[in-house]
């Protein structure tokens, strides 16, 4: 048995620091998703939420190393970069023995992530000598599920204002979804 004394807690914790970190979201296709006069403001959005994510994990692992990847390339086009494959072929030069696999954008775990993770990006990290692993996303995790019912509740105003034009069952259906939320 171990006594969770604050040099325990303190030893555990600076080995996690020791991780190096690679969160990774689903990557998106720049090609098909730009306006009329050639922006990008669906993937700065994206490219915006998922660097205040990373920030956030930064702050809470600071010794840690961090990297930041998208994944699920796929066809033609240029998509979000880092590529995750990418990442894993020069990962060494972090100088981490320990990579762990953040899937942040992946609310369950499902075939397409777990397939590349564990079969694409992982033996290109372990090719390389070190340990790496794939954190399990949140899938049933009680305070996911309490999340996800706050984040419906603020969101309740403008999805019944966009309900509106809908048919009368349709907002009654869409409201008895998301009061199981809350």
């Known amino acids: 048995r171990c006594r969770a004394t604050t040099q325990y807690r303190f030893a555990l914790t600076e080995s996690l620091q020791r991780l190096l970190l690679l969160p990774f979201w689903h990557g998106k296709n720049r090609e098909k998703d730009r306006s009329q006069d050639g922006n990008d403001r669906d993937d700065d959005k ?3 939420e998922c660097e205040r994510s990373f920030e956030a994990i930064r702050a809470a692992f600071p010794k840690a190393g961090h990297l930041l990847a998208y994944q699920s390339k796929f066809g033609k086009g240029e ?3 880092p590529y995750t494959n990418e990442v894993c072929e020069t990962i060494e030069k972090w100088g981490r023995k320990h990579v762990c696999f953040v899937p942040l954008s992946f609310p369950s775990d499902h075939i397409e992530t777990l397939f590349e993770v564990e079969e694409l990006y992982l033996p290109l990290v372990r090719e390389r000598g070190l340990h790496a692993w794939r954190i399990p996303a ?3 995790r009680l305070d996911w599920i ?3 019912g706050a984040i419906l509740k603020s969101e309740q105003p403008r999805l019944n ?7 009368e069952d349709k907002k009654k259906k869409a409201n008895s979804f998301l009061l199981a939320f809350v």
Request: glycine share 6%.
């Open 161 to 167: 204002s966009a309900m509106l034009l809908g048919e």
């Open 46 to 48: 994206k490219f915006n």
């Open 138 to 140: 949140l899938n049933r």
């Open 79 to 81: 998509w979000l970069r």
């Open 146 to 148: 309490e999340a996800i």
